[in-house]
């Protein structure tokens, strides 16, 4: 499954989902949009304004913004 977390620094919410994947041992990519101007627009086209963006596979099929918990739960497996 390829997980990609779109963040930006001093963002608290980027933080407690890239750490929570971390402490759970879910890889992910992460993805700076302040220093990539094409994932920038690519999740502005996809309708987002706020930060963290999750994707779950390619695109934005599957994705979510801001610390989502309950959706983040989904990922771990027991």
């Not at 990539?36 to 996809?46: G, H, P, W």
Request: proline share 4%; hydrophobic share 35%; glycine share 6%.
């Amino acid at each position: 499954m390829k997980i990609t977390v779109y963040s930006k620094p001093n963002c608290i919410q980027c933080e407690m989902t890239k750490n929570y994947l971390k402490d759970n041992d879910i890889h992910f990519n992460e993805i700076d949009v302040t220093q990539n101007d094409e994932a920038l627009n690519a999740v502005k086209q996809a309708g987002y304004t706020g930060m963290p963006v999750v994707t779950i596979g390619y695109g934005f099929d599957f994705s979510w913004c801001g610390f989502r918990p309950d959706r983040l739960e989904e990922l771990v497996v027991e």
